[in-house]
């Protein structure tokens, strides 16, 4: 079974919550490079979009929800609600990234006709 749908909403239009599985939740924790930390100094200097963290940001992002997706798929949900995003700052450069939703399995409502 496969984690096949994810929202932030509290329910899935069209489908039951037939079991609740509970919170499941990926953690990632990153620094900054040298290298990094130079190239976005740099471009903080010129003004705009610091493309460097946003990369770094939507990577960490990333491998967060893919975790949080692994971790409900092992408990044999195939949805996961009210998903969200937190990040805490632990130290200077170095960033916690938290993603976390409820695990449930899902049927679709069959309409009668």
């Known amino acids: 079974m496969n984690v096949q749908m994810v929202t932030?909403?509290?329910e899935l239009p069209g489908?039951?919550?037939v079991r609740n599985i509970g919170v499941v939740r990926g953690i990632v924790v990153r620094s900054r490079s040298i290298v990094g930390s130079f190239l976005g100094g740099l471009q903080t200097i010129l003004g705009g979009n610091i493309t460097i963290y946003t990369n770094l940001c939507e990577q960490t992002r990333k491998d967060a929800f893919q975790i949080m997706c692994v971790q409900a798929e092992?408990?044999?949900a195939n949805a996961?609600?009210?998903m969200?995003?937190?990040a805490?700052?632990?130290m200077g450069g170095v960033t916690e990234v938290l993603c976390?939703?409820?695990a449930v399995v899902v049927k679709p409502i069959v309409v009668q006709p």
Do not use: C, F, Q
């Open 100 to 102: 976390y939703g409820t």
């Open 74 to 76: 092992k408990h044999g």
């Open 88 to 90: 805490t700052e632990i």
């Open 84 to 86: 969200r995003y937190d």
């Open 80 to 82: 996961i609600i009210a």
């Open 15 to 17: 489908h039951d919550v």
């Open 8 to 10: 932030t909403a509290l």
